[in-house]
């Protein structure tokens, strides 16, 4: 069956740089129309989409926040990376990897998430 | 960017009543309209997708309408289970962007 998972740390101090990783089973990203999202929610708030990956390497930012994203893959680990620099503490959200599939995309699978805090 | 407008942003309802939830796009995104429901502490679960097909496994209580810039979640009759809250989201265009939510609680 399809599971993601995320990981990374829990605790960043402001103007680092984050780095999530989303481990996947169950598909491969190098499937024709696969594609890998991560969104992100702060604490009682809406949740925002950020960034996708392709099975063709294409990459897709936020269009308010793509001068600090950057997202990438490994195939051969299955894995999906996602690097924020600059954190602040408006950042603080949990984070969540998810499939994002199909002839219309929806996003099908979705990870537990991970909460990160910015804090000095 | 296409900015998604639920409403309401809140909603009481009972066990067994038919609930509607709006969502509207500042712009024309098709039928590229997905919802999903989330629960305390846990991650989106899709329910729609493609604006009205129902995603496996959800309960056919749960529909799902509209095109071009308005869309609708219905659910029939609700269930203990239901009470969530709701977000749709566009697929159109970068960035896929969320509505604000919905939070469906008991009355």
């Known amino acids: 069956q399809v599971t993601l998972k995320e990981s990374g740390p829990a605790l960043v101090k402001p103007t680092q740089t984050l780095t999530l990783t989303c481990n996947f089973s169950?598909?491969?990203?190098?499937?024709?129309?696969?594609?890998v999202s991560w969104i992100r929610q702060p604490p009682g708030k809406a949740l925002e989409w950020l960034a996708r990956?392709?099975?063709?390497?294409?990459?897709i930012y936020s269009t308010s926040l793509e001068t600090r994203l950057t997202i990438s893959k490994d195939i051969s680990k299955n894995q999906v990376v996602l690097t924020m620099a600059n954190m602040d503490p408006v950042d603080t959200a949990t984070y969540f990897c998810?499939?994002?599939?199909?002839?219309?995309?929806?996003?099908?699978?979705w990870g537990q998430g991970i909460l990160v805090t910015v804090s000095a | 960017d296409i900015q998604m407008t639920q409403s309401p942003s809140s909603l009481s309802a009972s066990v067994g009543d038919r609930v509607t939830i709006t969502c509207r796009a500042g712009q024309t995104v098709g039928i590229y309209l997905n919802w999903y429901q989330q629960k305390p502490g846990k991650a989106p679960n899709l329910l729609i997708y493609a604006a009205s097909s129902l995603q496996s496994g959800v309960p056919s209580r749960f529909s799902g309408s509209g095109s071009g810039t308005d869309f609708t979640l219905t659910i029939s009759s609700l269930q203990p289970e239901d009470f969530a809250s709701y977000y749709c989201?566009?697929?159109?265009?970068?960035?896929?962007?969320f509505g604000q939510g919905t939070k469906l609680e008991i009355k």
């Open positions: 169950g598909f491969s990203l190098t499937t024709s129309g696969m594609r």
């Open positions: 990956i392709d099975w063709d390497d294409a990459k």
């Open positions: 998810a499939r994002f599939y199909g002839g219309h995309p929806q996003l099908d699978y």
């Open positions: 989201q566009q697929s159109y265009t970068n960035p896929y962007s």
